[in-house]
């Protein structure tokens, strides 16, 4: 008798935990996207654009290796960083993400590098996003696209 309730506690507890799984903005792979936008192209002819993703981890540390997209031939990961006094940006192979910790992408920091537009970016339009992180696998992200200066204020 008391085996089997403790049996129905756990069935109950495993349906919990489906629908937490499913819960939005939370996939089952722990990663969380709390804010995805980008930005508008400031001109009709402009090839790059920048998108900013931030996440959580739900569980351990991980690493974020690439970025790609449809709406781009090329998506890179970049920093920008101040050198001598003047902003430039970098590519960075990976960005490390501690266990239960989060990454925050924003103007003058990391970004995604979107290289090659296959058009330009247009305000209130949303572009897929794929992260691939380490460990993860691949998360898919719909990005909404913001102002041409989305971001600093
Ligand atoms: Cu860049």
Redesign the pocket.
């Known amino acids: 008798m008391r085996k089997n309730l403790i049996e129905v506690a756990a069935a109950i507890l495993l349906t919990f935990a489906a629908i937490l799984a499913l819960a939005p903005g939370a996939s089952a792979s722990g990663v969380m996207i709390t804010k995805a936008y980008a930005r508008a192209s400031a001109t009709p002819g402009a090839e790059?654009g920048?998108a900013y993703v931030s996440l959580m981890l739900h569980g351990d540390a991980d690493r974020l290796v690439a970025a790609s997209t449809p709406a781009a031939k090329m998506a890179?990961l970049?920093k920008?960083v101040q050198v001598d006094g003047v902003m430039k940006?970098e590519h960075v192979d990976g960005i490390d993400i501690p266990a239960h910790g989060r990454l925050p992408m924003k103007p003058g920091g990391y970004?995604i590098?979107l290289m090659g537009l296959t058009k330009p970016l247009k305000e209130g339009d949303e572009i897929e996003l794929t992260l691939t992180f380490e460990k993860a696998g691949d998360v898919k992200v719909m990005v909404k696209v913001a102002g041409v200066a989305a971001g600093t204020n």
């Open positions: 790059t920048a890179g970049h920008t940006m970004h590098m």
